[in-house]
């Protein structure tokens, strides 16, 4: 299984046998049940979490008991309370599974003293960090200036692979509109 | 005024006078005069803008012409149309001076070319590209998450330095609100 984490980060840098086992030495394996956690608010976000299998979301309570979500991790994508990961303090966000889940959690201190050991680590974990970036900025922009059918659709065609496994009760929390609505879209899309 | 840019990354890495002339020497400096732009939607973003002095916003304009202000840039901070700047593609931001402006202009190629030569500079831009998610992650919190009044407290308490030079129709288009709405808000605050 772990072998997803060494093919993913080898889309960017080549890695040798001692890199690998050096990787993988310091991941741990965790399993999670549907609906457990895997960080809680408050809590200190000591890891970040590659998915083997499963799916999980990051998502946030607000003052009237609203969840946002944040991000959907399937298979093969990284997730933490960013904020918290590379600060130290208290996080703000709930981690938790949506299906039964594999993953391999890398502490950040780990991750640190693996960029010291080898920069392409740190090369990798720029590349995604860069990626993750466009992403919230992708859709930041959308949030700011899309009806919801619009931003729908763009979630549709940039997660094909999300549609068909995360419950729409979850898209529509988040893409920040009621599971009535998202239905009244979908119905609309459909007939067009 | 390049000791700006040298003295932000030492923060991080400390440089040897190899390293700070290899980087020196591929910056491009420019000069923007008010309102100039340094980028407009559909172009390329070819360059990463360290600022020097004056300031800087990335915008996006909507389908109705309404302007979404995604960051400012003060001296020593970063900014470019940061999805455009890694693919290559053409952006869907404007960046324009708020003020007459200078900055420091690094190509993508550049960029990478130095990383090769220096995992220093990868650590350095690793770590601010972590830290700007880190913003955007808590801007999307506090954007499905708080009020206006509350999105505005946070403004100040976060960026003091902008609140004293950023016009207040520019931080109103940064809140997503009216200009009129943000009079109103201030209103209430000092009254409180």
């Known amino acids: ?4 984490l060494i093919n993913n980060i080898q889309k960017y840098v080549q890695l040798n046998d001692e890199e690998k086992y050096m990787l993988l030495s310091i991941m741990q394996n965790r399993k999670l049940r549907k609906r457990q956690y895997l960080l809680q608010e408050g809590d200190h976000s000591k890891y970040s979490a590659f998915v083997l299998s499963g799916c999980l979301r990051s998502y946030f309570v607000d003052s009237n ?6 991000q959907f991790a399937i298979e093969d994508w990284w997730i933490t309370d960013m904020m918290s990961y590379i600060s ?13 889940s594999e993953v391999l ?4 201190e780990d991750q640190l003293s693996l960029f010291e050991k080898s ?8 590349i995604i960090t860069e990626n993750g970036m466009v992403s919230n900025q992708q859709r930041l922009l959308d949030n700011l200036s899309l009806p919801a059918i ?3 659709k763009n979630f549709i065609q940039k997660y094909p692979l999300f549609m068909q496994r995360i419950p729409q009760v979850q898209i529509a929390a988040f893409l920040g509109i009621t599971p009535e609505f998202l239905s009244k879209i979908r119905g609309q899309i459909s007939k067009s």
Chains 1, 2 share one sequence.
């Open 1 to 4: 299984m772990s072998q997803l």
């Open 65 to 70: 008991g609203f969840e946002h979500i944040l």
């Open 88 to 100: 130290g303090k208290p996080g703000k966000l709930n981690i938790d599974a949506l299906e039964d």
């Open 105 to 108: 959690l890398i502490s950040r």
């Open 119 to 126: 920069p392409k680590f740190e090369k990798y974990f720029r």
């Open 150 to 152: 619009e931003r729908y």
